[in-house]
């Protein structure tokens, strides 16, 4: 069954044993069009008008503009319709709703805003019946709405209205409505439903007006809504066995949801979930699932539009952030264990060898998803979580190396969508006196549009390094190439698991602010904001260094790296080391300065036919756009790291660089270890850097190849952990199976983080893989989260299962349009975004706001913000920032989310502005308690500290972070690339060793990987850019390559221009 279920007898069905499905959310897109399209032919009196053919008179009709919509019932059919009048030129809207739910005039007013209206009301049904100009009846049916539209509710409304009904027929009084059509009370009317039907006859009281167009119930008659009703079909039935022996259990249960994880959650608990979040629970497919032909061993039909557009988008960061079921590193799409999954051949999407044939299976996806865009959804999804014992996860883009976003039978909140963005020159933390210039960000703002916001308002927003980070960033410590001079990303509002919204700062609950900025994810709660401290517009001088890489060359180079990393972490130097390219940034030098910093590395790469240059960028965003998005990770392929953060005594002296040289020598012939420049050198850690080693498998990799794979990584990385007794690793780039991870990602931080856990998730509602002491509780009911969110609750399937024929075993139809379009976008991380199944769905919490004078809550002093939602990706929040002429500092690629925080956020920019956790001002999280809290400096402070780098989501749901903005700043780009070859890699690595500290105080911040270095500074100048990246350039230059320094406007120039067209697939 599709919406509504109240002709059904339940309790006969019960007594015989009769399974139900229901999928409320199937025909929405094709209602909604129906019924705009009833408006318009009753509007336009086509009924009446088609009679000119025979009698040659033609009638009147009227015009949509400037006038009032209104709605009874305003769930997802509403709203989708809404969303269509909006360009024919309404401009109010007037409805009814539950009686059992509040009236909620903010979230009015956030529609209003969302679609350009005047005005967005909730009104009495009287006032409805007056004000509306098209009227539509899209409620549900039943004894309670039986006839609810009758003569008295017809006499009140206009004589110039038009009523609309596409829901249920007994809603309306087919007597009064002729009536109110022949005595001209209303215009006209368009039904899709009416008493009576099937069995409607021309003697029918409607059928004889001339002003009322009917149509035979075909509102959900559409070709893609009815293969989606058989693969619903298909689901229920290979899913039956699996879930009668929940069902039996439950004899008030008679209802059964089509979710292959559903098991202890009875169907009226997800109903009454999904009515509670307003029809946003979403059972969650794979992304790739249109390819398929099988899907959990069922015939499904593929969908070759689709499939040939994710195929296309297939690496596309921004086209898998789109997708709740695509994540940006697919691995976690699927059980690795057990292969089951739903992946295409990312190396080539369009390979039907991937899905021809195979079973597309959910995999490790979230059975179910609440697209979160309210406080009250992460309230509803901690009730539900209580009441049933289903375990939560939460997801923005689907970036996470280390799977905590996916978990199969969780429920997912998807806060992509909570992705506002906010500036405040003068924002004053809730209940402290010092201000700050501030952006806030909603926990799915990524910092695509974070940093372009920021650069909008002339600041810099330290940050990450990906267009399509987002919150976590800050919250698991957030490390940029700025950090080197301005530290981490993590200095929020949260709902805490107890279900309370808490203002976390240095002023109140200063315990939660402290664990938000680092201590573990989302552990204490759900983000909702950050606040976060922004810079000036910083000048950069960005070091771009390349060669061509071959045997002999990646040693030297990275010894030469080795070797300069000290000097160039205090000449400010952050940025990136990957293979023979290095990119980094530093705000601290001017041009020449740069250009001397970074010569030994230029003329390494120039000597190996590459090149270097040192490029003077007017801003962060400038390097971000023009250095970032080119360089930034792919997405789309299965990497897995192992990371190490670098002491900077380990450079110091010949001993320590030696071995560090060596490490990176054996490790060569396996992989070429990616080298972050992100970490302060003022914070008591005192750490130069991050080495992180790469480890790829292919989609069809067997067991045994991915546990190689793995104990490969962890193997090499262990020389590193060897190396560096006392350090630690970043926990949003660690090793999955990090050894002693509690010692590695927070020292002896770890026993007060665990108590602020206690506190305010006592139930572990909120856990997740090495966020805390992993406690995985028993699923019990889904059912009453459903209700509670509104059915915004929803079973997943795997990203890839339309490419698949079998799923779970059972013979599924492909989609083939679904499929092409997964394989098209597979590596797209905004399209993976927009799939749950697909893991990089808090997705659609994506608010961006800007206030040049924000006050966190209890706090007296302001700060220049942006606040964006969970679900806001980098790419749209640096583009915001740069709008309002500020700098946002956050990740390098365009689909990274608030997750970005919550891991902690290094950034490019980190060498300069700290880490992405330390720019937070403010959090906004659904705690597993079931409050929304506000986390910063002054209240919910141990909530605040944990949430900015204490493990992604593992302390509540983010739903807004506010985070310190820094003026529009000019950078210096340096781009470095040269052709790798077995002997020119190491010298170039060791070049950078060597220079990384230097680099380091120059402020260059960046990524190096392989042969390509891209790095920005906005300490230096052009020429002092040049001569601090001189040696990177001079070396790619020897290799064959090139390097260059690029001065950019702003962070998201840079941005734009590379971070966008390098970040990771």
Not at 290 to 305: M, Q, R
Request: charged share 15%; net charge negative; with cysteine.
């Amino acid at each position: 069954m599709s919406v509504g279920y109240e002709h059904v007898d339940l309790d006969a069905i019960a007594q015989r044993g009769i399974k139900l499905g229901y999928t409320p959310d199937v025909l929405t897109e094709a209602v909604a069009d129906i019924s705009v399209m009833l408006a318009l032919m009753a509007g336009r009196n086509v009924k009446e008008t088609m009679q000119v053919v025979n009698n040659g008179e033609l009638s009147t009709n009227w015009m949509t503009t400037s006038r009032t919509v209104g709605f009874l019932g305003f769930g997802r059919i509403s709203q989708a319709t809404l969303a269509r009048l909006v360009s024919f030129g309404f401009t109010d809207c007037v409805y009814t709703s539950n009686p059992s739910s509040q009236a909620d005039p903010e979230a009015d007013a956030r529609t209003a805003e969302k679609y350009n209206l005047r005005s967005v009301r909730r009104v009495s049904l009287d006032e409805l019946a007056e004000k509306s100009d098209v009227f539509f009846v899209l409620a549900p049916g039943g004894t309670k709405t039986h006839h609810i539209v009758n003569e008295d509710f017809l006499k009140k409304m206009k004589k110039t209205s038009v009523l609309v009904n596409t829901a249920r027929g007994t809603l309306v009084d087919s007597d009064a409505l002729a009536k109110a059509l022949r005595e001209q009370w209303i215009w006209g009317a368009g039904l899709d439903v009416v008493e009576g039907e099937p069995n409607v006859g021309l003697d029918h009281p409607l059928m004889k007006e001339p002003r009322c167009v009917i149509l035979p119930h075909i509102g959900s008659a559409t070709t893609e809504t009815r293969l989606v009703y058989q693969m619903s079909v298909a689901w229920f039935f290979g899913t039956l066995l699996s879930v009668v022996a929940t069902t039996a259990q439950d004899s008030d249960s008679t209802l059964t949801l089509l979710a292959r994880s559903s098991q202890g959650a009875s169907a009226g608990e997800w109903t009454n979930l999904n009515v509670t979040v307003d029809g946003r629970l979403h059972t969650a497919v794979p992304f790739e699932l249109p390819c398929f032909s099988k899907y959990e061993g069922l015939p499904v039909t593929t969908d070759a539009a689709a499939c040939t557009s994710i195929q296309e988008n297939y690496t596309d960061p921004n086209f898998r952030a789109a997708h709740f079921g695509a994540y940006m590193d697919p691995q976690w799409e699927t059980c690795q264990a057990t292969g089951s999954g739903c992946l295409l051949d990312d190396s080539n999407p369009s390979d039907p060898l991937a899905y021809n044939g195979t079973d597309c299976e959910i995999g490790n996806i979230p059975s179910h998803y609440i697209d979160v865009q309210s406080v009250e959804d992460i309230q509803a999804a901690y009730a539900f979580s209580k009441n049933t014992g289903v375990q939560l996860s939460v997801k923005n883009t689907g970036h996470d190396y280390k799977g905590r976003s996916s978990g199969k039978g969780t429920l997912s909140l998807w806060v992509s969508h909570m992705n506002s963005i906010s500036f405040n020159q003068t924002f004053f933390p809730e209940r402290c006196a010092t201000k700050y210039t501030a952006i806030t960000i909603g926990p799915g703002a990524e910092f695509q549009d974070i940093y372009a916001f920021a650069d909008q308002h002339n600041v810099t927003l330290i940050g990450g390094y990906h267009r399509t980070v987002g919150s976590g960033y800050f919250l698991g410590g957030g490390h940029s190439i700025l950090s080197p001079v301005f530290g981490l990303g993590v200095d929020r509002v949260v709902v805490t698991p107890d279900g309370q919204l808490r203002v976390a700062n240095e002023c109140q609950n200063q315990d939660l602010f402290w664990a938000l900025r680092g201590g573990g994810g989302n552990a204490f709660g759900v983000l909702t904001e950050l606040t976060l401290r922004v810079e000036p517009q910083l000048t950069l001088q960005a070091a771009i260094i390349t060669f061509p890489a071959d045997s002999t060359n990646l040693y030297p180079w990275y010894n030469l790296t080795v070797y300069n990393s000290l000097r160039w972490g205090y000449d400010g130097w952050g940025g990136h080391i990957s293979g023979p390219t290095l990119i980094h940034v530093t705000p601290k030098l001017n041009r020449s300065e740069a250009q001397a910093s970074m010569q030994v590395a230029i003329d390494f790469a120039v000597a190996q036919g590459g090149f270097g240059i040192i490029d003077e960028l007017p801003s962060w965003y400038a390097f971000f756009t023009k250095y970032v998005v080119i360089a930034e990770a792919p997405v789309g392929p299965e990497v897995m790291l192992g990371s190490r953060l670098i002491n900077t005594t380990l450079f110091a002296t010949e001993e320590g660089r030696t071995a560090l040289s060596d490490a990176i020598r054996d490790v060569l012939p396996f992989s070429s270890p990616y080298i972050v420049v992100g970490t302060p050198f003022l914070y008591p850690a005192d750490l130069v850097g991050q080495f992180s080693v790469p480890g790829q498998f292919h989609f069809n990799s067997t067991l045994e190849e991915r546990k190689s794979v793995y104990e490969e990584v962890s193997q090499h990385i262990q020389v590193f952990r060897d190396l560096t007794p006392g350090s630690g690793a970043y926990f949003n780039e660690g090793d999955v199976y990090e050894p002693d991870h509690e010692q590695s990602y927070w020292g002896n931080n770890y026993e007060r983080l665990l108590a602020i856990k206690r506190k305010y998730d006592p139930s572990h509602l909120m856990d997740c893989w090495q966020c805390d002491r992993y406690s995985q509780e028993e699923n019990r009911q889904w059912a009453a989260l459903n209700t509670t969110v509104s059915g915004r609750l929803y079973a997943t399937v795997p990203f890839e299962l339309p490419c698949f024929s079998t799923y779970n075993g059972h013979p599924v139809t492909t989609d083939a349009a679904a499929c092409t379009s997964i394989q098209d976008n597979y590596t797209d991380p905004v399209f993976r975004v927009a799939h749950f199944g697909a893991y990089m769905i808090v997705s659609h919490l994506n608010s961006i706001s800007f206030n040049p004078a924000f006050v966190p809550d209890r706090c007296s002093t302001s700060y220049t913000t942006i606040t964006i939602g969970p679900g806001a990706e980098f790419q749209d929040v640096y583009a915001f920032a740069d709008q309002h002429n500020v700098t946002f500092i956050g990740g390098y690629h365009r689909t990274i989310g608030s997750g970005y925080f919550l891991g902690g956020g290094h950034s490019i920019l980190s060498p300069v502005f700290g880490l992405g956790v330390d720019r937070v001002v403010q959090l906004k999280v659904v705690t597993p308690d079931g409050q929304l809290r506000v986390a910063n400096g002054c209240q919910n402070q141990d909530l605040f500290w944990a949430l900015r780098g204490g493990g992604g989501s593992a302390f509540g749901v983010l739903t807004e972070l506010s985070l310190r903005v820094e003026p529009q700043l000019t950078l210096q780009a340096a781009i470095i690339k040269f052709p790798a070859n077995s002997s020119n890699l190491y010298p170039w690595y060791n070049l950078t060793v060597y220079n990384s500290l230097r680099w380091g105080y120059d402020g260059w911040g960046g990524h190096i990987s392989g042969p390509s270095l891209i790095h920005v500074t906005p300490k230096l100048n052009k020429s002092e850019a040049q001569a601090s990246m001189q040696v990177a350039i001079d070396f790619a230059v020897a290799q064959g390559g090139s390097g260059i320094i690029d001065e950019l406007p702003s962070w998201y120039a840079f941005f734009t221009k590379y971070v966008v067209t390098a970040e990771a697939v």
